[in-house]
Every structure is written in C-alpha cells, then in structure tokens.
C-alpha cells in the first residue's frame, strides 16, 4: 500500500492461483460487474460490492438516495406548511369580517312596444231617461211630507156683493180690527141672506201669528208673520220655495187664538196666485208639532188661490178651536226659481170670523 499523501491508494496484491483450485468454469461468476464502476476512480465493482477497494469510495447507491433528494423533500414539507398556515390566517381573518353585502341593482325594462299593455274596458252606464216634456224632476224630500191631495178646488166667493139693506147705497166696509182695503172687506162672506150686516173679524193678539215650521227648515226661509195680522194689506209674509222639493210645500202660518172659539170664515189676502193652501184647527192645549197628527181637524179642502182676495167658508163652525193654521202644500210655477235664486210665496193678510 502507498503512503503517499497525494497518491491513490495501491491495490492489494492478488494471491496467485492454485493449480489446485478448482477451474473458472466449474465456479461460480463471482467477479466485478462491468456496469458498475466507482463514481471516483472508475474500477469495477462486483454486483454485491458496496465499496471501491481501489480509492476506498462508496459505490453508487450504498449510502442511500443523494443530498438534493433529501433537500427537496424538506423544502416540499416546509412549502406545504407555509401553504397550511396561509390558509389558517385567510381563515381566522374571514372568521371575525363582516359579511359582504350583495347590493343587486335592477333595472327597470320597458315593455316593448309591439305588445301594447293590456286596457281594461269599463262598461258605460246607459243615459237616464229623461222627464218627460213638462214635468219637473224634483230630488227626494229632506222629511216626510204629509200626504195632502193636490187635486185642489177653488173657493166660490171671494168678495160679497153690498148688501141691500145698507142706507144711503153705501158699500158695506168692515170696521174690524183686522182692518179693510179698498172695496175687498176682511168681513165678506159672513153675513147671512137678506142683507144684514156681516159679523166683524176676531181682534188677535199681536203675538197670535207665528211660522208653522215642523219640518224644522232654516228661520231664514221665512218672513215675520206678525205681518199676516197687522191690518196692513201692503205687508206680507214670505216663504222660501225650497229648490230641493219643489213646487210642492210643507209650511205655513200659525194663529193662537189664546181661547177656543167657534169660526165660520177666514179672509185671505195673498200675492201668490195658484198656491195651493189649506185650513186646518185644532182644540188642543199646545199647537200639534206635525201637520200628519189627528191634533189637527181639517177646516177646508186644498183650495187653489185664483184671486189676490180669497173667503173660505170653514167647516166644523159649531166646534171651538184654539189654534188654525193656513197650511200651504204647493207653490206656483212662477214662484219655483232656481236652485241659486229660489222663489218665494207669500201671505199679506188672514182675517177669522166668529160663527154667528
């Protein structure tokens, strides 16, 4: 063997072979391989030969797998922690953030216009039917009207004749209290045949008119009705036709009488020619609050006025009454108006005569 430092290594020297040994071919190959060789010097080695018995170095694969394989298997394990621990972090951050909120944004799409929406058709009413030519459509009343027949008749006698028996061929003239006008007396129509002297009318109480207003319609409606018994035939007491009703009425003026008293006649004076007026009485305490209650008596039938000067001749004369009322039912076509300008009816004067 070399001792020299730098030298390879000298090789052992080989025994000489035996003539006694048996010969090569009858032993088995147990030679070097000469696929293998050393990596450093380059000698062959045997199949089984793990180190180079040249330089002493170690045959390929006797040590294990080389240096970069290892190498490469500690930085794999170090790249698959670092991967492990960046997903736990992105998961510890995800785990404490809010939730984002999806904001969807919709856009509103025209129809097309080759399909054009869908209408609805909504049935028109048939027109109503008009009145008929002539005939007034009036709305419904605000109450319940009485029932009062509108087939009305016309008094016979509006003014007396003089009578006969008067000396001198004087007119008879009334010197009630009521007082007269002109040739039209308030007394008329209560004298008996013959040509007596007719009775005078029944001196009232300033306070004895007032309104008949049971249907409770506004005190703006009427007039003051101490003018129907004021003996002034140029004053009168009015009533608003209401728009809603008209022509028919439901108001009138009320006399107290403060005592009952036996009556044969009333005088009426009133501007509203073809007003529909009817008279009633009734004997109790407190005047009734409804025309419709039996209270009342009726005095007349309904009488339409064709003269400004009208005498009716009451009926139920041997009963004593307290209170009398001209009720009026229906206003004349000239005094409807209009629902902005109404018309108006009206009394100027009502005279009672005592029965004989």
């Known amino acids: 063997m070399s001792t020299a430092l730098g030298g390879?290594?000298?090789?052992?020297?080989?025994?000489?072979?035996?003539?006694?040994?048996?010969?090569?071919?009858?032993?088995?190959?147990?030679?070097?391989?000469?696929?293998?060789?050393?990596?450093?010097?380059?000698?062959?080695?045997?199949?089984?030969?793990?180190?180079?018995?040249?330089?002493?170095?170690?045959?390929?694969?006797?040590?294990?797998?080389?240096?970069?394989?290892?190498?490469?298997?500690?930085?794999?394990?170090?790249?698959?922690?670092?991967?492990?621990?960046?997903?736990?972090?992105?998961?510890?951050?995800?785990?404490?953030?809010?939730?984002?909120?999806?904001?969807?944004?919709?856009?509103?799409?025209?129809?097309?216009?080759?399909?054009?929406?869908?209408?609805?058709?909504?049935?028109?009413?048939?027109?109503?039917?008009?009145?008929?030519?002539?005939?007034?459509?009036?709305?419904?009343?605000?109450?319940?009207?009485?029932?009062?027949?509108?087939?009305?008749?016309?008094?016979?006698?509006?003014?007396?004749?003089?009578?006969?028996?008067?000396?001198?061929?004087?007119?008879?003239?009334?010197s009630g209290s009521s007082g007269t006008s002109g040739g039209e007396t308030g007394s008329s129509g209560g004298g008996s045949e013959g040509g007596s002297s007719t009775p005078s009318a029944i001196l009232l109480d300033t306070d004895a008119a007032s309104t008949y207003n049971p249907y409770g319609y506004p005190a703006s409606d009427f007039g003051d009705p101490s003018r129907t018994i004021d003996g002034d035939h140029g004053t009168t007491w009015t009533a608003q036709v209401d728009p809603a009703n008209a022509p028919a009425m439901a108001e009138g003026v009320l006399i107290d009488l403060k005592a009952r008293k036996r009556l044969s006649a009333l005088q009426l004076i009133s501007p509203s020619k073809g007003m529909v007026v009817q008279v009633y009485g009734s004997t109790a305490a407190k005047a009734p609050a409804s025309i419709t209650e039996k209270a009342w008596v009726p005095l007349t039938a309904p009488l339409v006025l064709k003269k400004g000067n009208t005498h009716f001749k009451l009926r139920k004369s041997k009963q004593a009454f307290r209170f009398v009322t001209v009720w009026i039912s229906r206003a004349p076509a000239s005094a409807v108006g209009t629902p902005t300008a109404p018309g108006r009816v009206g009394i100027g004067e009502i005279e009672l005569f005592p029965a004989s």
Do not use: Y
């Open 8 to 174: 390879p290594p000298v090789a052992p020297e080989r025994p000489e072979p035996d003539d006694s040994t048996p010969s090569d071919a009858a032993t088995p190959a147990t030679g070097p391989d000469e696929s293998r060789t050393c990596a450093k010097c380059g000698s062959p080695l045997a199949p089984d030969q793990d180190w180079c018995l040249q330089c002493g170095a170690a045959a390929r694969g006797a040590l294990g797998p080389p240096m970069w394989r290892s190498t490469g298997a500690v930085f794999a394990a170090l790249g698959v922690l670092a991967i492990g621990a960046a997903a736990a972090a992105v998961a510890a951050v995800n785990q404490h953030a809010p939730a984002r909120r999806t904001v969807t944004n919709i856009v509103a799409q025209t129809p097309s216009p080759a399909t054009p929406p869908a209408t609805t058709t909504t049935p028109t009413p048939p027109p109503a039917t008009p009145p008929a030519a002539g005939k007034q459509a009036s709305p419904p009343a605000p109450a319940k009207l009485p029932k009062i027949p509108l087939t009305a008749s016309t008094p016979t006698t509006t003014i007396p004749p003089p009578a006969q028996s008067t000396p001198s061929g004087s007119n008879t003239e009334s």
